[in-house]
Nanobody, 120 residues
Framework: EVQLQASGGGLVQAGGSLRLSCLMS????????IGWFRQAPGKEREPVSC??????YYANSVKGRFTISSDNAKNVVYLQMDGLKPEDTAVYYC???????????????WGQGTLVTVSS
């Protein structure tokens, strides 16, 4: 059974940093695609970042502030978030797909998210 578990969220002041982790079980990151998504209160879920075959993709709203990376040995994908803003407040999720070009509906194995709260 494929399972993804996001962790690392918390409360941080604006301008601060957090590193989220997406731990994969049942699959190997090698050859797979992992995407990070977020859902703010009262808003729809949106893509944040994606990593696949060594290539990284970012939403315009986080480009230059967030960095996605992987540790294949640990089967973990990280999302380093720097320069956090109050508008980054959301529940963050990770999910898997066949490629970063996949639509959000094509991503699967959604795990429980992790809450990031950025205070002003």
């Amino acid at each position: 059974e494929v399972q993804l578990q996001a962790s690392g969220g918390g409360l941080v002041q604006a301008g601060g940093s957090l590193r989220l982790s997406c731990l994969m079980s049942g699959i190997s990151f090698d050859g797979n695609t992992i995407g990070w998504f977020r859902q703010a209160p009262g808003k729809e879920r949106e893509p944040v970042s994606c990593i696949s075959e060594g290539r990284q993709y970012y939403a315009n709203s986080v480009k230059g502030r967030f960095t996605i990376s992987s540790d294949n040995a640990k089967n973990v994908v990280y999302l380093q978030m720097d320069g956090l803003k109050p508008e980054d407040t959301a529940v963050y999720y990770c999910a898997s797909a066949s490629g970063c070009e996949a639509s959000m509906a094509e991503f699967g194995s959604w795990g429980q998210g992790t809450l990031v709260t950025v205070s002003s």
